[in-house]
């Protein structure tokens, strides 16, 4: 039997699938353009996780501004076997807590490059968990602090001057929108300072900041007249 005859009869090489859930075109069409090179991966952008994919994915890549509680819980509740890659880890409003709480898997950096971000996926694929020692380093400290804090010892310390200015109008029920006009910024700046916010305060979303703030805990000196955060 030839040489060639031989390698018809091998079974195909089993391919990675990948799905890229990115909310920038720009980005989605990037990963794309890199992973498909791949002969190992076969790669598509998803709008949505279900398992009506004829051939769901095993490995979803996520940029950070996607990895919100909303797509990481709808994810891994349809998809319970999907393993996470979440992109631009090392950006500041990630949520770690909330990825480790939903068990992503691997993260690249800003600086990654593409076969960084090869690499992480068939690690990942393959049962390895990947994540980059300053990640690593930060969701430590944030978890610690989480673990080590109640809702009646917040520490305030840790906010900016603009985080409280717009943890004090989310706490007053104002949306994003609403906070992005008065103080004169970006809605997507104000959803990165929300962000932040939250995990600094250990909380999982607004409304329990607007809780905290319906209390009106005697702990909170020096906070302005109807503002819960102290302004220094």
Not at 53 to 62: Q, T
Not at 63 to 72: G, M, R
Not at 112 to 132: E, F
């Amino acid at each position: 039997m030839s040489h060639m005859e031989l390698r018809m009869l091998r079974p195909a090489e089993k391919k990675i699938r990948v799905g890229i859930f990115v909310e920038s075109r720009l980005l989605a069409d990037s990963l794309l353009y890199v992973l498909q090179e791949e002969s190992d991966l076969t790669c598509a952008g998803i709008n949505g996780f279900s398992f009506a994919y004829m051939n769901h994915p095993e490995v979803i890549l996520l940029d950070w501004q996607d990895a919100t509680e909303t797509n990481l819980k709808e994810a891994t509740t349809n998809l319970p076997n999907i393993k996470l890659v979440v992109t631009n880890g090392d950006a500041a409003g990630l949520d770690l807590v909330l990825c480790s709480r939903f068990a992503v898997m691997g993260f690249t950096l800003k600086a990654a490059t593409s076969a960084d971000i090869v690499k992480t996926v068939r690690a990942v694929a393959s049962g390895v968990t990947i994540i980059p020692q300053c990640i690593g380093a930060r969701l430590y400290k944030e978890v610690h602090e989480v673990q080590n804090r109640g809702h009646h010892a917040l520490s305030f310390d840790a906010l900016t001057v603009r985080e409280r200015d717009v943890a004090n109008l989310a706490s007053a029920g104002l949306r994003n929108k609403e906070i992005a006009a008065k103080l004169s910024l970006e809605t997507d700046t104000v959803k990165t300072h929300m962000r932040s916010v939250l995990r600094k305060l250990g909380m999982r979303d607004r409304l329990e900041l607007v809780k905290l703030s319906a209390s009106q805990n005697p702990g909170w000196c020096g906070a302005v007249a109807g503002s819960p955060f102290p302004i220094n």
